[in-house]
């Protein structure tokens, strides 16, 4: 069985900076990397930029700028920021990159050659916010208006090249038929089936009115719609079609991570396309939900708007990894979520309190009473100590289901209730006390042991989360995870006499802001 996984995030538009949507997505993905990475297997991790389209270029004229400009500009932020939250993407693909815009025209002479292109007209409906053609009875239901975004649609109508998408489209439904986990959640699924059931006409896939893009290689007049463009980018960025294929060889097919808005174009448009190449279909395409923030959809009017600048501000109080842990928990994967400064308050407390505090005080009690070296777990246990043995001997493989299941909220929450547990077995177990009597020595060297043992299980388990946090505590008990498997690491055990490090808060308590 192969050993690579390929996993990917859209391509953010580059006419803003990115917000929370934004990078809870690349989040959620980098946290799947990370588990899968932690695995042994071979990851590759795709993120990058979407740069063209007639949004670019609407916003790059209301900013006095030129599309390429704006483009860059925010590409830049977009990488940059990325690093700065210490995400690890393998790629950053940009589509105005020579290879993409190369790879692209390949693929539509492919598709070209295959005759799934011909020329007709357009006339209909456009949403440019999302870049989408919008049908008559979609259309008709929203007013005329864009789902999403809430303004007009525009109505278009020009000489346009068309993909048969309506040729694939049940080949297409077949595979989502025949593969429940190729749309995930299911409820999404369901909804790609009806709307494909409701009918599928052939794309518009060029735009001649348009110069911001790529052109089309059988008619450079026109440029390729964005969407085409965009989807590209999953194999574009592995080299498909160039004359070094050995990453798309080697690495496709993957998994796309995506929102909930742009499902149809990932689950019909990507994977026609797909078929019409004679390319392999993605392994998967989970849509996760959209934030909204205090209750309300986010909006800079409103005044609740999640910013670059407002995340930044959060991770430099209170570590990246308090955002990602915040972010990861507060909802289900693949649910709407709502951001609240009360919500992100209570899960840093519960990171410094239950995690935090566990690490510390087992930390502390060792280097108090066993000189800082783990001691021996007697053979004879008690049943609190066996009900802790039991859930740290359960987590790696609870953990690992929910990693599988994409259930990266349980994967977050799991640790943390070990880590709770553990206080409570400290709090019930009482070591302060049993240290004040020498015939409690061996029962003191128990409880100190199998503490230890819970809170660095969770500590490892919590790796893909708490990249930062997880390895600092883990590097207090001295452990050298380097080089091990999330399996070697959840089935180690802290042999007895094992030297732990200095202890130190890892949540430090944060003062509240001025402003
Ligand atoms: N460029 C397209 C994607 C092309 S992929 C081949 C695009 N870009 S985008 O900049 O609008 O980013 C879309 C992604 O950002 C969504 O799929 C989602 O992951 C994320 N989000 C943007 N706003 C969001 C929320 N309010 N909440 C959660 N995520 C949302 O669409």
């Known amino acids: 069985m192969s050993n690579t996984y390929y996993i990917t995030t859209p391509i953010y538009y580059t006419n803003g900076e990115p917000h929370l949507g934004h990078v809870y997505c690349t989040v959620c993905t980098d946290v799947l990397a990370r588990f899968h990475r932690l695995c042994g297997e071979d990851v590759h991790m795709l993120t990058g930029t979407d740069e063209h389209g007639i949004k670019m270029v609407k916003t790059a004229a209301a900013l006095n700028t030129e599309p390429a400009a ?38 539509i002479r492919r598709m070209v050659a295959r005759d799934d292109i011909y020329l007709s007209s357009y006339e209909g409906w456009y949403d440019e916010g999302q870049e ?133 174009f990932h689950c019909v448009y990507w994977p026609a396309m797909l078929l019409s190449l004679g390319e392999p279909l993605p392994k998967g395409i989970f849509a996760h939900g959209w934030w909204t923030s205090e209750g309300k959809k986010m909006s800079k009017s409103m005044g609740n708007f999640v910013d670059l600048e407002r995340l930044r501000a959060i991770a430099k109080a209170y570590s990246n990894d308090a955002l990602r842990y915040y972010m990861v928990r507060a909802g289900n994967f693949g649910s709407d979520l709502d951001w609240t400064e009360i919500d992100f308050i209570k899960s840093f407390n519960e990171l410094a309190n239950v995690l935090g505090n566990g690490l510390n005080r087992t930390i502390k ?33 609870a953990v690992r289901a929910a990693y ?17 547990q553990t206080n409570g077995y400290i709090e019930s177990t009482e070591p302060f006390k049993l240290a004040k009597d020498p015939a409690k020595a061996q029962r003191l060297s128990t409880v100190l042991g199998l503490a230890a043992e819970a809170i660095a299980k969770a500590l490892m388990a919590l790796i893909p989360v708490l990249p930062e946090k997880a390895i600092e505590g883990l590097k207090q008990f001295n452990i050298d995870f380097a080089g091990k498997s999330f399996d070697e690491l959840m089935n180690a055990k802290l042999p007895a006499g094992h030297q732990l490090g200095d202890g130190k808060p890892l949540f430090p308590k944060v003062e509240p802001s001025k402003d």
């Open 70 to 107: 704006l483009a860059h500009k925010n590409a830049m932020v977009f990488r940059d920021v990325w690093k700065e939250m210490g995400i690890i993407n393998d790629d950053f693909i940009r589509t105005t990159e020579p290879r993409h815009k190369l790879s692209v025209q390949e693929i």
């Open 132 to 264: 989408e053609f919008v049908t008559e009875t979609e259309a008709k239901v929203n007013e005329y208006k864009s789902a999403i975004s809430g303004r007009p649609l525009l109505r278009y109508k020009e000489q346009s090249y068309f993909f048969r998408l309506s040729k694939y489209v049940p080949q297409v439904l077949k595979h989502i038929e025949n593969h429940p986990d190729f749309v995930q959640p299911e409820s999404r699924r369901n909804e790609v089936m009806s709307k494909i059931k409701a009918g599928v006409d052939d794309l518009s896939i060029s735009r001649a009115t348009l110069k911001w893009g790529i052109p089309l290689p059988n008619d450079p007049e026109h440029v390729v719609y964005v969407w085409i463009d965009a989807l590209s980018n999953y194999i574009t960025a592995l080299g498909f079609g160039s004359m070094d294929e050995t990453l798309y060889r080697k690495y496709w097919p993957g998994v796309h991570v995506i929102g909930k808005e742009i499902l149809w």
């Open 365 to 397: 009690m060792i280097g108090k009473y066993r000189d800082g070296k783990v001691p021996l777990v007697q053979a004879e246990l008690e049943p609190i100590d066996r009900a802790l043995v039991e859930k740290m001997d359960a987590l790696g493989d």
């Open 404 to 420: 599988l299941r994409y259930d990266l909220q349980a994967a977050a929450t799991l640790p943390l209730e070990l880590a709770r």
